[in-house]
């Protein structure tokens, strides 16, 4: 690590696999932006690194509107100072099925997750590339090989595998180094949500999920954590363009 503290920015990280990471990197020594698009639900997050001795900002911003988008990077660089690490976990849910699914459905999880990931890797790659040295990671899924009434989900996922790729191509001679995780079942508010949707009890849900899984078990926001921590080290720095599967078994 560099003499002076790494500056990280985790969007979605009001709650979940977000709020997990944020607190991984504060705990690994770097100064962590806590971004969400509601800036008071990142009290919880940024209060618990304080509490742990680390350093958080909270920011509230929409991921898929550049100006503020933009004016979050410009603040998150004078308070804490230039970000060279960027996880774009925000997301959201519009599921269903193709027939059923609407405009705005599909528009809202595009600009959410693609988008989103578009702006924050813009603005925040010209602070990597000044100092010569970055990671981004991008949230990815299990769903991006597909997963009925998640067409607009599924597509977004797979969107950002190709992503990853490009920008770990353009960004690499400048010390850059990009990757994606693409976690499996993981027990957090969002797949509470599925099971709403799928109108089955979350805890049936979980232990029909688990006996799917090759380890017998959900994952948890802090199995990503970790998975993300390692891409975001001084060690990953021959690791890029990845798509990495947090699944609890083998994906394609």
């Known amino acids: 690590m560099s003499e002076e503290p790494r500056v990280a920015i985790v969007t979605g990280a009001a709650r979940g696999i977000g709020a997990a990471t944020a607190r991984r990197l504060a705990a690994d020594g ?69 027939f059923k699914m609407t405009d705005a459905d599909w528009d809202t999880v595009m600009g959410v997750h693609l988008r989103g990931a578009f702006l924050f890797s813009q603005a925040a790659q010209k602070h990597m590339v ?70 089955v009890d979350f805890e049936a849900l979980q232990q029909h999920a688990a006996a799917e899984i090759p380890v017998r078990r959900c994952g948890r926001p802090e199995d990503i954590a970790h998975t993300i921590s390692f891409l975001a080290s001084e060690g990953a720095s021959f690791v890029s363009g990845q798509v990495i599967y947090v699944a609890g078994g083998p994906k394609n």
């Open 130 to 199: 000044d100092r010569k040295w970055g990671r981004i990671v991008n949230l990815s899924s299990t769903s991006a090989l597909g997963n009925r009434g998640q067409a607009n989900y599924s597509a977004a996922k797979a969107g950002l595998q190709g992503f990853t790729k490009t920008l770990a191509i353009e960004l690499g001679p400048f010390g850059v180094t990009v990757n994606a995780v693409a976690p499996g079942f993981i027990v957090t508010d969002m797949t509470a949500a599925t099971a709403a949707r799928m109108k």
């Open 30 to 98: 770097m100064a962590v932006a806590v971004v969400d698009i509601d800036e008071s639900a990142t009290k919880e997050t940024v209060d618990a690194i304080a509490a742990d001795g680390g350093r958080a900002l909270g920011v509230g911003a929409d991921v898929s509107d550049r100006a503020q988008v933009e004016a979050a990077v410009e603040r998150i660089a004078a308070e804490l100072g230039g970000p060279t690490v960027l996880v774009n976990n925000a997301g959201v849910l519009r599921d269903n099925l193709l």
